[in-house]
């Protein structure tokens, strides 16, 4: 590994952390403005919607059009200038149509999402959802810049996007104070788009030349949809968990959907913490071994994604579920947001965190699967997991209230882990070799540790105030788990190093 790559892997973290910290103070600030009421339960809605619908459509920019570019490098197989040239022209038209449905059918849409939503609720939701939905041309732009970028192996300037838009936001919510009104957010946001286009359009045209006047491939346009919609549907159906939340959570008291999306956040932004940056960096390498049908280094780049992730979150989950009534008064308990709503919140948060460990895994094994462009393989596993987690979830919500819709969501996330894993197994069962339950057992013994740890320390730093004792515990936490993993880790490297120069 250069030092070129160690130093953008070093930058890419920094970017990483900064923009997860920007979403935090993010939502926090969201909840000190608005607490948890009707304009936050429609705000939540209208991300969710749009988000929704986007969120297949900008995820297929990444997902397909990088391993097709990064072939067309490979193999020159086609001109990669034609490859981009057609994708602009392809990925602006969807953009466009997806932007013009979400603003004529946004009545439908929040009616779909939150049919049990008081009629406020959902009129502000319909205007959020426009407004955002004007973004989606932009965004789309911005996407696709990205992975030119990306596949040219140039990581720093894409990971600003998600800072930049967070930084942005939280100027709306500052604005908002003065001005009221949850709807400036909303519109700083998709200026937040806008800004960005024309400025990565810059950075990535080091590596194309536009020429929209380049007649349309028939080859690249046939195989960019082909594999595009099974893309699409499988992301719409990873990310609908997102919409079957907020239409059981909208037949609650008022304030239950934002209870349940700030829990949600919280949870994602744990479980994306480090499977974001490990996956980020994975998939044009997973890409080009696969395209150059080079399994060793498959394999060897798969294991070490599922080990940084796997001892990375853990720690994370654990303390989400053991000290979640801290951690959610700490982050939110200010302002607008009651003592109420903090326990209400904490007590979703627990069961999120149980499935956090699964979805962090979850977006590692989707990057192999996409860079082989086996895109069947997450669209049905996808609609499987789906159906298992509106089941357990309107089973648990019966006795278990809103958390039991958090509950289902675990549920849902780690049944769809263990359908990759045996796909995964009947495609080339090398690729999980069983060295790999290493990363699990050193997990596993660290994570008990930490468990002991923390219910001591809850008794020995019982007097203190919330914050102290949060900090201390934690701290213990870290350093017990740190004692077990850390040379757990270097012998799981060791055997691993070992094992690789034998299969040379």
Known sequence: MGKTLIGQIGIVAILTILAKVAAFGKDVLLSFVFGAGNSTDAYFIANAIPGLVFAGFFATIGLVFLPIYTRSLHNKSSSPQTIINNAIVIYAAIALGLSAFSMVFADTLVNLSAPGASSQVKSLAVTLT????IGFVFSGWVGLQNAIQQSNKSFIWPMTVPLINNVLVIFGLLLSMVYGGIILVAVVAVVGWVVQAPLHGYLARAYYRINLGTPLSPRFVRELLIVSVPVFFSVFLDQINIIIDLVLSSGFEGGAISHLSYAARLSLFFSGLFSLIVSYFIFPHLSSSLASKNNRETRKVLSYGIAIVVLLTTPLAILSVMLNIDIVSIIFQRGAFSPADATATAEVLKFYAIGMLFIAIREVFNRLFYSDQRTIAPLVIGAISAIINVL??????QFMGVAGIAAGTSI??????????????IWDRSLIPPRMLLIFAVAGVSGAAMIVTIQMAGNIFANLSTVPQFAAISMVAAIAYSLIALPGTYAMYKIQTQKLSQEQ
């Open 392 to 397: 357990a979830s309107l089973y648990l919500m």
């Open 412 to 425: 849902g996330a780690a049944s769809y882990v263990l359908m990759q894993l045996v796909y995964i197994l």
């Open 130 to 133: 426009r407004i955002l939905a």
